[in-house]
């Protein structure tokens, strides 16, 4: 078997780097408002772009642009310079669905890869993408059964995309689900006029909703209050089931999440990953990655329709279930690259001897540690306290301005 790639959402910074120390093959992130998650990440630019592009050719990981919203005229000539500018700043390729980005990104021999937008279910649609992409990501609609059947076609039959190699199928493994089909939703159209197919959605699935008889006006009694609420997907107890299907590419969902999810999830299906390769896959380790996976934002785990089902699992709760969260308690304002020393100067809460923080930064990403002592003036203390400078050691090299922020149980 091949190693199977997985590629990581980057929505700052610091997942940036987060994806990078987690073992990710391949980031996809967003510039400007031409993305599906333009209003709940943050907003590279053009001028990010060249950033990311040369930070991920030194770190050997493929970079893959979102333009997968659709697009209007007033935006064709905005599309046409940002895909000038993935083309010449060597972007892997490019994520859409709208054809005017694929036509105008073939037409300039740039590589395209084709969104879940696209809501490719069958064999025919791959074999018609196939002239413009090499790789497809499948409806999340689909069963592992329906996916393995167009992986085996694309081999027997020797589909292959632009550049002449086979078409790659691409799935998504873990993150928030929509309850809408391929995520056409027009939810959030209709009621504040912001568009879920272009970045703008206002996620009004995930509140409470009551139930009314319009013609009685009697509410009806439902068993979950969150019915339009998936639970999050995850497919980490199966994903030797997912590599046989034939897929090539895993990617997480979560440009809108936070580097310690980025670092958490992408770790643990590259674990998993390479344990299936290795022929090591063990429920043992099944168990270990999934109270990794609970330990960051989710809204309670579900397999998805890959193994034939239905119908959804909804949320029981609006926001997260994490068994854990983090506080914010300082920033670091030195770090003594000879001693291993960080200084911080505590900002909120406390900390003491035994804690787990995380320590993220734009260079930095994301690192968990736990503290083995806490000095202040030098000397050893019990715990520090909001307004104090205290010094900690840590082995990793650390910024200026990093944030610190204490693992405390979930909410």
């Given at each position: 078997?091949?190693?199977i790639?997985?590629t990581?959402?980057v929505?700052s910074?610091?997942?940036?780097?987060?994806?990078?120390?987690?073992?990710?093959?391949s980031?996809?992130?967003g510039?400007?408002?031409?993305?599906?998650?333009?209003?709940s990440?943050?907003n590279?630019?053009l001028?990010d772009?060249?950033?990311?592009?040369?930070?991920?050719?030194?770190?050997n990981l493929k970079?893959?642009?979102?333009?997968?919203?659709?697009?209007?005229?007033?935006?064709?000539?905005?599309m046409k310079?940002?895909?000038?500018?993935?083309?010449?700043?060597?972007?892997t390729?490019?994520?859409a669905?709208d054809?005017?980005?694929i036509?105008?990104?073939r037409?300039?021999e740039?590589p395209?890869h084709?969104?879940?937008?696209?809501n490719?279910?069958?064999?025919?649609a791959?074999k018609?993408w196939?002239?413009d992409?090499?790789?497809?990501v499948?409806?999340?609609?689909?069963?592992?059964e329906?996916?393995?059947?167009?992986?085996?076609?694309?081999k027997?039959?020797?589909?292959t995309g632009?550049?002449?190699?086979?078409?790659?199928?691409?799935?998504?493994?873990h993150g928030a689900l929509?309850?809408?089909?391929s995520?056409?939703c027009?939810l959030s159209?209709?009621?504040?006029n912001?568009?879920?197919?272009?970045?703008?959605?206002y996620?009004?699935?995930?509140r409470?909703?009551h139930?009314t008889?319009?013609?009685?006006?009697i509410?009806l009694?439902?068993?979950n209050?969150?019915?339009?609420?998936?639970?999050?997907?995850?497919?980490?107890?199966f994903l030797?089931?997912?590599?046989?299907?034939?897929v090539?590419?895993?990617?997480?969902?979560?440009?809108g999440?936070s580097?310690e999810?980025?670092?958490?999830v992408?770790?643990?299906y590259?674990?998993?990953?390479?344990?299936?390769i290795?022929?090591?896959?063990?429920?043992?380790?099944?168990n270990?990655?999934?109270?990794?996976?609970?330990?960051?934002?989710n809204?309670g785990f579900?397999?998805g329709?890959?193994?034939?089902r239905?119908?959804?699992?909804?949320?029981?709760?609006?926001?997260?279930?994490?068994?854990e969260s983090?506080?914010?308690?300082?920033?670091?304002t030195?770090?003594?690259?000879k001693l291993?020393?960080a200084?911080?100067?505590?900002?909120s809460?406390?900390?003491?001897?035994?804690?787990?923080?995380?320590?993220?930064?734009?260079t930095?990403?994301?690192i968990?540690i736990t503290i083995?002592?806490v000095?202040?003036d030098l000397q050893?203390?019990?715990?520090?306290?909001k307004?104090?400078?205290?010094?900690?050691?840590?082995e990793t090299?650390?910024?200026r301005?990093d944030?610190?922020?204490?693992?405390v149980?979930?909410?």
């Open positions: 078997m091949q190693k790639e997985i990581a959402p929505g910074w610091e997942s940036l780097m987060a994806a990078i120390e987690a073992g990710a093959d980031v996809y992130f510039v400007g408002i031409l993305n599906m998650r333009a209003r990440s943050v590279f630019t001028r772009l060249v950033k990311i592009t040369r930070i991920c050719r030194k770190h970079t893959y642009l979102t333009m997968n919203t659709v697009i209007f005229d007033t935006e064709v000539k905005e310079r940002m895909v000038d500018s993935a083309k010449k700043n060597g972007v390729a490019i994520i669905s054809h005017a980005v036509r105008y990104a037409s300039v740039m395209v084709m969104s879940t937008q696209t490719i279910t069958n064999l025919e791959v018609y196939s002239q992409a090499g790789v497809m499948t409806a999340r609609e689909l069963s592992l329906q996916v393995a059947a167009i992986t085996k076609v694309i027997r039959q020797k589909i632009p550049d002449g190699s086979l078409v790659r199928i691409e799935v998504f493994a929509c309850m809408a089909v995520g056409k027009y159209l209709d009621h504040y912001k568009s879920a197919n272009r970045g703008a959605c996620q009004l699935c995930r409470p909703y139930v008889d319009t013609e009685t006006g509410e009694e439902i068993d209050e969150y019915i339009m609420s998936p639970k999050d997907l995850c497919t980490i107890g030797d089931k997912i590599v046989r299907a034939g090539s590419i895993l990617k997480i969902e979560g440009r999440r580097p999810y980025v670092k958490t992408v770790s643990c590259r674990d998993a990953a390479d344990s299936v290795a022929g090591n896959f063990t429920p043992e380790k099944v270990q990655w999934t109270d990794r996976l609970k330990t960051v934002y809204r579900w397999d329709y890959y193994l034939g239905k119908m959804g699992e909804w949320a029981e709760q609006h926001g997260s279930v994490a068994t983090k506080e914010y308690v300082g920033r670091i030195n770090y003594y690259t291993k020393v200084e911080i100067k505590m900002e809460g406390q900390l003491k001897h035994g804690d787990r923080v995380y320590i993220q930064g734009p930095t990403g994301s968990e083995p002592e000095r202040v050893p203390v019990l715990k520090t306290m307004g104090e400078h205290c010094s900690i050691t840590v090299l650390l910024r301005a944030k610190v922020y204490k693992i149980p979930g909410k």
